[in-house]
């Protein structure tokens, strides 16, 4: 099935070799990578009738998104993207705003500290707190490349603590192995238009070190899972760079028993979905929403909260 012509222009458009990325230049891959999803971002909040506000959880700033309708009371606490030295909430409103305004439920998003200035494991433990909060009540979660890292790490830690899961979780493209086994990482490497194995390897040895890379909640493909855990949706592309992660994760969350769906989108990238002029970004969104408002609708009599 052909892509649109909107994300073969991303294809048409994209300078191959990307563009390697080095701590020197980390501070102007910041502001470019804003510079370039600002417009997006404004043209999205300009279509979806959402307020934003920001707020301490636990102490952790975070970005909270409500819709001007509330049909679902369950929030989505959700992780960016960026490898975890760049990317912030505001970067990713291009996918929780859609996300918030279909299933008419709020969207929270913890602005943890980047790396290398605060390497792991800061980033998690603040996004730990702001959990622990959030599970008190009925919640989803939901999170992107190194946002699901996080969402899979959280939930490691939170099944050592014996808390409260989320009812569902959504992983896009996430990055579950700093490692960066797989064969996509070298099949797609130069194809897929929006990262390399460079950028991943960069990004990994200023996150943590390589002594690290086994450590579940480093490496959260790693982890210990059961059927206790929630239904999770995992979205990728036939040309991600992460696909093989992707794929690797569905297989071991089988062996678990965990409900687990998979979508490998043909033709597409890594986390595609952040550009929301794409259609597929739109249809991927939709199939995500309608995951979430299924289990939402087969759980919103539990009593265990």
Request: glycine residues 4%; negative net charge; hydrophobic residues 40%.
């Amino acid at each position: 099935m052909a892509i649109s012509k909107e994300a073969q222009s991303v294809y048409d458009l994209a300078q191959f070799p990307l563009k390697p990325r080095s701590c020197n230049l980390l501070s102007d891959l910041r502001i470019q990578t804003r510079k370039k999803i600002e417009p997006s971002v404004e043209s999205v909040l300009a279509e979806y009738s959402v307020s934003i506000t920001e707020k301490k959880i636990s102490g952790v700033n975070c970005t909270c998104i409500n819709p001007e309708k509330i049909l679902i009371t369950t929030p989505i606490l959700y992780g960016f993207g960026g490898g975890f030295v760049s990317g912030s909430a505001y970067e990713d409103l291009t996918i929780a705003v859609p996300i918030s305004k279909a299933l008419g439920a709020s969207v929270i998003i913890p602005n943890y500290s980047l790396s290398p200035e605060f390497k792991w494991p800061r980033a998690l433990n603040e996004t730990y707190e702001v959990y622990k909060s959030v599970c008190v009540k009925p919640f989803m979660m939901m999170g992107e490349s190194a946002g699901g890292n996080l969402v899979l790490a959280l939930l490691q830690k939170a099944h050592k603590d014996e808390l409260k899961f989320p009812l569902s979780v959504a992983l896009i493209s996430p990055w579950v192995d700093l490692s960066n086994n797989g064969t996509s990482l070298h099949d797609n490497d130069g194809i897929d238009p929006m990262l390399s194995k460079q950028h991943v390897d960069f990004a990994a040895l200023n996150y943590s070190s390589e002594e690290t890379f086994s450590n579940p909640l480093v490496s959260p493909i790693n982890g210990e899972y059961n059927d206790s855990f929630p239904p999770i949706f995992i979205s990728t592309g036939e040309k991600d760079l992460l696909l093989s992660q992707s794929l690797e994760l569905k297989k071991i969350l089988n062996q678990a028993n965990i409900d687990v769906h998979l979508k490998v989108w043909e033709g597409m990238w890594h986390v595609f979905e952040w550009l929301p002029d794409l259609p597929e970004s739109k249809d991927s969104l939709d199939l995500i929403s309608k995951f979430f408002e299924r289990v939402w609708a087969l759980n919103k009599n539990d009593r265990k909260y």
